[in-house]
């Protein structure tokens, strides 16, 4: 296990931190020109606030293989008078995920209709601000900027915007081979978020699968990317000098990933969708809260790698695993909460999913703990190696 994390899931420090630097300064440039070609700030626009939120595992610690994906928040602008209303239970909406609607409120004004009819849809017969018609909009606006981006950053890379239905664009940049010492192509999702006050944002739900029924476009998901980062920083100082829990979450991904390699049509997507890196994340801080934190001493690395394997069975066998901040009454008092995330109502990671799948997926994810060595030894050769899917 430190071999195959050492030669195949570690990353160079060096060469994130070059990444991250490279990233942060094209992104700040888009960010600055999108700014100041938008429309200008009223109560028919849509536009940027000019600033941008770095999230994920390569912000994180955990990102594993390559420095070459990242994702990005952009917080926009909204006119007035849009209220977040979270999904009842039974509402419309995926399973295992809040859902909330950004609706406008009674009586919205004449003034505001042109925006209405630009950019919201009719759900439960009211007017929400519509995520499918936001991406759109954010993805032209982009591309509309990326000219004057792209002249200014031209000693230092070639950069281009795809994006695919229904998914934030992706920014590529390809440095050029005099400026930076690490010259590794990298993509960039840049994700339009809803800034709901207290680091929290709305983002557009990704579509469940290529066979689901897309979620309706009047419904967010929520991003609590920010508070996970302040509670892996204030687990890091309980946690020992040398603890090796970030560790766990990456051989754990990197065997993920390996095993998947194995596996067939269907149930390869549905391996990957249960035990998603955030499925993985959310058990392992689950399992940190419970202490103590001496126990994830690096010497300690297997006896932590298996504990947080049996709890991750055990939680799919008993098909419940909670998100960890939505009503979640139990986290540290020194994790301060946002209240909109007090009060909402607990989500199940795992709803999504019949119980069937979750029990076929906890027998191989045990069945790849006992195996590890031989599929580490067997998937590792470059005749199955290819990029692993971000999930």
Not at 42 to 50: F, N, Q, T
Request: glycine share 8%.
């Amino acid at each position: 296990l430190e071999s195959f994390h050492a030669r195949q899931l570690r990353l160079s420090p060096h060469v994130l931190g070059h990444s991250k630097a490279h990233v942060g300064r094209v992104v700040a440039e888009l960010v600055r020109a999108a700014k100041a070609q938008g429309l200008q700030p009223g109560p028919l626009a849509l536009s940027l606030r000019g600033d941008f939120v770095r999230i994920g595992s390569a912000y994180e610690q955990h990102k594993v293989r390559s420095p070459d994906c990242f994702d990005i928040l952009v917080p926009l602008r909204l006119p007035p008078h849009l209220e977040p209303q979270p999904r009842c239970a039974d509402g419309p909406g995926p399973h295992g995920a809040f859902v909330c609607g950004l609706r406008a409120r009674a009586g919205w004004p004449r003034r505001y209709r042109p925006f209405a009819e630009g950019f919201c849809v009719e759900l439960q017969g009211r007017s929400h601000l519509s995520s499918g018609l936001v991406l759109r909009w954010f993805q032209g606006h982009l591309q509309r900027c990326l000219g004057a981006v792209r002249y200014r950053l031209q000693e230092r890379c070639r950069i281009s915007l795809s994006a695919c239905p229904g998914h934030p664009p992706t920014l590529h940049i390809l440095p050029c081979s005099d400026y930076v010492c690490c010259h590794i192509s990298m993509a960039v999702r840049l994700i339009p978020a809803i800034p709901l006050g207290d680091a929290l944002y709305l983002t557009a739900l990704p579509p469940e699968g290529p066979q689901a029924a897309p979620a309706p476009e009047g419904l967010w998901g929520l991003n609590t990317s920010r508070q996970e980062q302040r509670l892996l920083s204030w687990l890091k100082e309980q946690a020992p000098a040398s603890s090796c829990h970030l560790k766990c979450l990456q051989i754990l991904k990197g065997l993920r990933d390996l095993r998947g390699q194995g596996l067939e049509e269907p149930f390869s997507s549905q391996w990957g969708r249960v035990l998603s890196s955030y499925v993985l994340k959310t058990a392992l801080f689950s399992l940190l809260l419970q202490g103590p934190s001496e126990a994830w001493d690096e010497r300690f690395l297997v006896e932590r790698l298996e504990d947080l394997v049996l709890y991750l069975r055990d939680c799919l066998r008993k098909q419940v695993l909670m998100h960890l901040f939505l009503g979640n009454a139990s986290l540290p008092e020194a994790v301060v909460l946002p209240r909109f995330l007090k009060e909402a109502a607990p989500v199940n990671l795992l709803a999504a999913f019949d119980g069937p799948t979750l029990d076929l997926v906890a027998f191989q994810l045990i069945n790849t703990w006992f195996q590890a060595p031989h599929i580490i030894r067997m998937y590792s050769s470059p005749r199955y190696l290819r990029p692993a899917p971000t999930l």
